[in-house]
């Protein structure tokens, strides 16, 4: 099966997310079984142009499932974006005879081995998608997005113990630059009475008027949750025009931030990230290149970087439809 592949290279990219580690793991584990040495680039495409690694002998792994962010670190690297740092990235792999390179992150992560992969096709990449906004297509979960949700919906948890005790009107911002799947299911599963996110239109008279009629139904505390990109400008502008015109409530802001990156992975993240990481040594143990793993209809598939990134993902009509009814 191996093909004559002896040694593969793994590396986290972008923004950390939560299973990361379990992905690394997976990989270094499944190409150990296979008789096939893994060595870790660090700090993403900057330790492939640096050549900055260490050996991940299946010891290196041991007690790091259950860890979030990531062994390998992660940053950007303005180098990589050059043809000549890319060039370095193939000589240094060509040297270190990488026969293969499984690449853990997000849309920034697979352009950059969709980019390298047109410039030196010999090479053999597969991907896996670590990133806790959920939206690179071709897979219905990234690695890190369940845990991310449920970090957050714990927090709003609280806020509404401390919304209901002060009778105060929360804007609660979670990440989601530009998409709102973070948003949208914290929202729902939080019980907000709204959700504003990036691929739909904020009405803040729609806001106003949703919660005029909570606050007639003598409902004292509300949950709005607000992905960061949202058009409306994020939580504090929203709070700002909704306090303008609506005297009833005090209001307040929560930033939830960089906590939703952190803490240890869920079970359904450890699960998939060691599914994928071990599809994607699978996959270049039989010749494959080029694409990215995921999970679709709880199989794993494969699907070509060109396809596999963000602004791919449509939001599901029925879940914002269950945002409006179970707000009424």
Not at 84 to 105: A, F, H, P, T
Not at 259 to 279: E, H, K, W
Not at 308 to 326: E, G, S
Request: with cysteine.
């Amino acid at each position: 099966m191996k093909t004559g592949i002896q040694k593969i290279g793994v590396m986290t990219s972008g923004g950390d997310s939560p299973g990361m580690n379990a992905c690394i793991r997976a990989v270094v584990r499944t190409a150990a079984y296979h008789g096939v040495e893994t060595i870790g680039f660090l700090r993403g495409y900057e330790g492939l142009v640096e050549s900055d690694w260490v050996p991940l002998p299946t010891s290196a792994v041991s007690n790091i499932i259950q860890r979030g962010g990531t062994i390998l670190k992660t940053a950007r690297s303005v180098t990589f974006r050059t043809p000549e740092g890319r060039r370095r990235v193939y000589d240094n792999l060509r040297k270190l005879g990488v026969d293969g390179l499984v690449v853990i992150g997000g849309d920034g992560t697979y352009t950059g081995a969709k980019t390298l992969l047109e410039e030196y096709p010999d090479l053999r990449i597969m991907g896996c998608p670590g990133t806790i906004d959920n939206d690179l297509y071709g897979t219905d979960f990234t690695i890190g997005y369940d845990t991310a949700i449920n970090t957050a919906m714990r927090a709003i948890d609280k806020i509404r113990d401390t919304a209901d005790a002060t009778d105060r009107l929360f804007f609660v911002e979670v990440m989601g630059r530009d998409a709102g799947l973070i948003a949208l299911r914290t929202g729902i599963g939080s019980g907000a009475e709204a959700v504003l996110i990036p691929e739909t239109p904020t009405d803040i008279d729609e806001i106003i008027a949703l919660l005029e009629r909570g606050w007639k139904r003598k409902k004292s505390s509300s949950i709005i949750v607000v992905a960061e990109g949202d058009d409306a400008g994020g939580a504090f502008a929203v709070a700002e025009k909704v306090k303008t015109r609506l005297k009833a409530y005090e209001t307040k802001v929560a930033i939830l931030g960089h906590v939703q990156r952190g803490g240890s992975p869920t079970c359904m993240d450890r699960i998939l990230a060691s599914r994928l990481g071990a599809a994607a040594v699978e996959a270049l143990l039989a010749g494959r290149s080029g694409g990215a793993c995921g999970l679709l209809h709880r199989d794993v598939v494969e699907i070509p970087f060109t396809e596999a990134i963000k602004h791919n993902r449509t939001i599901n009509p029925n879940l914002l439809r269950l945002v409006d009814m179970l707000s009424c």
